[in-house]
C-alpha cells in the first residue's frame, strides 16, 4: 500500500513537472510571438525595411472640379528587398495604380483603366547610420497609362532618398524624390515634379500604428502645389500563419490646384512575406 502510494506521488510529481514544463515552453513561445509580431510591426513602418510586402492601398478623393466628382485610385504596391552581400541591401519600390475618375464636369464621362508606373530603388546600409535608417537611389516614371487622361505619356527619371529613425515605438522621417522627363509625347506637358513625404507615427504594444504624414508634390511647370495631411491607424494582426495589416484613415488637402479634391479616404491591406 505504502509503495503504491509512493509511485502514485511520484507520478504526480513527474505529471506537475510537465505541466510545468509546457507551460514555460508556451510561455516561451507566445514571447517569441510577441517579440516577431512587434519586429514586423516596427518594419511596416519602415519604407525600407528588409522585408517582402505587398501593399494594396485604395484611395478616393472628393470634390473634384465643377462637378464634385470622386476619383478611386487602388495603389498596388510591391515592396521586395535585395541582400547585397554583407553591408548593404537594395529595396525595390513599385507604385502601380488602378484608377476610376468620375468626371469633373457635369454630363461628362468616367474613366477607368491604369495609371502611370512609379518605382523606386534604394541602396541602404543593413546597419543605420548614427541612428538613422538611410536610403537612396533612382527613381523612375513610366508611361503605363491605359487612358489619355490617367497619365502623362511620359517617360520620366530622377533621384530619390529616405531617412528616418525609430525608437521607443516612434518613427520619423522624410521619404523623397524629384521626376523629369527624358522622352515620350512631345503634345504632352513636360514633368518636373518634386515629391517629400514627412511621417510621424507611434507604435503601440498591441501593435496600433498612429500615423501622421503629408504627400506632397510641387509640380515645377506650373508652379503651384498639392498638399494631402494623412490621419492613420494601422492594426497588425494574423491569420493563421500570415501577418497582414489593415490601415484606415481620411485626408485634408491644405494646398490644391483649382478644382482639386477637398478631402478622401484610405484603406489598405498589407500582406507580409518575413524571410
Same mark, same amino acid.
Given at each position: 500500500?505504502?509503495?503504491?502510494?509512493?509511485?502514485?506521488?511520484?507520478?504526480?510529481?513527474?505529471?506537475?513537472?510537465?505541466?510545468?514544463?509546457?507551460?514555460?515552453?508556451?510561455?516561451?513561445?507566445?514571447?517569441?510571438?510577441?517579440?516577431?509580431?512587434a519586429?514586423?510591426?516596427?518594419?511596416?513602418?519602415?519604407?525600407?525595411?528588409?522585408?517582402?510586402?505587398?501593399?494594396?492601398?485604395?484611395?478616393?478623393?472628393?470634390?473634384?472640379?465643377?462637378?464634385?466628382?470622386?476619383?478611386?485610385?487602388?495603389?498596388?504596391?510591391?515592396v521586395?528587398?535585395?541582400?547585397?552581400?554583407?553591408?548593404?541591401? &537594395?529595396i525595390?519600390?513599385?507604385?502601380?495604380?488602378?484608377?476610376?475618375?468620375?468626371?469633373?464636369?457635369?454630363?461628362?464621362?468616367?474613366?477607368?483603366?491604369?495609371?502611370?508606373?512609379?518605382?523606386?530603388?534604394?541602396?541602404?546600409?543593413?546597419?543605420?547610420?548614427?541612428?538613422?535608417?538611410?536610403?537612396?537611389?533612382?527613381?523612375?516614371?513610366?508611361?503605363?497609362?491605359?487612358?489619355?487622361?490617367?497619365?502623362?505619356?511620359?517617360?520620366?527619371?530622377?533621384?530619390?532618398a529616405?531617412?528616418l529613425?525609430?525608437?521607443?515605438?516612434w518613427?520619423?522621417?522624410?521619404?523623397?524624390?524629384?521626376?523629369?522627363?527624358?522622352?515620350?509625347?512631345?503634345?504632352r506637358?513636360?514633368?518636373?515634379?518634386t515629391?517629400?513625404?514627412p511621417? &510621424?507615427?507611434?507604435? !503601440?504594444? !498591441?501593435?496600433?500604428?498612429?500615423? &501622421?504624414?503629408?504627400?506632397?508634390t510641387?509640380?515645377?511647370?506650373?508652379?503651384?502645389?498639392?498638399?494631402? &495631411?494623412?490621419?492613420?491607424?494601422?492594426?497588425?494582426?494574423?491569420?493563421?500563419?500570415?501577418?497582414?495589416?489593415?490601415?484606415?484613415?481620411?485626408?485634408?488637402?491644405?494646398?490644391?490646384?483649382?478644382?482639386?479634391?477637398?478631402?478622401?479616404?484610405?484603406?489598405?491591406? !498589407?500582406?507580409?512575406?518575413?524571410?
Amino acid at each position: 500500500m505504502k509503495h503504491a502510494m509512493r509511485i502514485n506521488r511520484s507520478l504526480l510529481v513527474l505529471g506537475a513537472a510537465m505541466i510545468m514544463r509546457t507551460a514555460l515552453a508556451g510561455d516561451g513561445a507566445a514571447d517569441s510571438n510577441q517579440a516577431n509580431a512587434a519586429e514586423l510591426a516596427k518594419k511596416l513602418q519602415n519604407p525600407i525595411a528588409n522585408l517582402i510586402s505587398v501593399p494594396v492601398q485604395n484611395n478616393w478623393d472628393f470634390g473634384i472640379g465643377p462637378a464634385d466628382a470622386m476619383r478611386f485610385t487602388a495603389n498596388v504596391q510591391p515592396v521586395i528587398p535585395f541582400s547585397i552581400g554583407d553591408n548593404w541591401n &537594395l529595396i525595390t519600390r513599385t507604385i502601380m495604380p488602378i484608377i476610376h475618375a468620375e468626371s469633373p464636369l457635369a454630363g461628362g464621362s468616367d474613366t477607368s483603366g491604369f495609371g502611370d508606373i512609379v518605382q523606386s530603388f534604394f541602396l541602404s546600409p543593413k546597419e543605420a547610420v548614427g541612428g538613422w535608417i538611410v536610403g537612396g537611389g533612382p527613381v523612375f516614371l513610366y508611361p503605363s497609362a491605359s487612358e489619355d487622361n490617367l497619365g502623362g505619356q511620359k517617360w520620366g527619371a530622377g533621384p530619390t532618398a529616405v531617412a528616418l529613425r525609430q525608437e521607443n515605438g516612434w518613427t520619423y522621417g522624410m521619404l523623397a524624390n524629384h521626376l523629369w522627363n527624358f522622352a515620350g509625347s512631345g503634345s504632352r506637358q513636360d514633368v518636373s515634379a518634386t515629391f517629400m513625404q514627412p511621417f &510621424l507615427a507611434y507604435t !503601440t504594444k !498591441t501593435f496600433t500604428t498612429l500615423q &501622421l504624414n503629408t504627400e506632397s508634390t510641387y509640380d515645377w511647370e506650373n508652379t503651384r502645389w498639392t498638399v494631402p &495631411l494623412n490621419l492613420t491607424v494601422q492594426q497588425l494582426v494574423k491569420f493563421g500563419s500570415q501577418p497582414v495589416a489593415f490601415t484606415v484613415g481620411g485626408r485634408y488637402y491644405a494646398e490644391k490646384a483649382e478644382g482639386g479634391p477637398d478631402w478622401g479616404l484610405r484603406f489598405a491591406v !498589407t500582406l507580409l512575406f518575413p524571410k
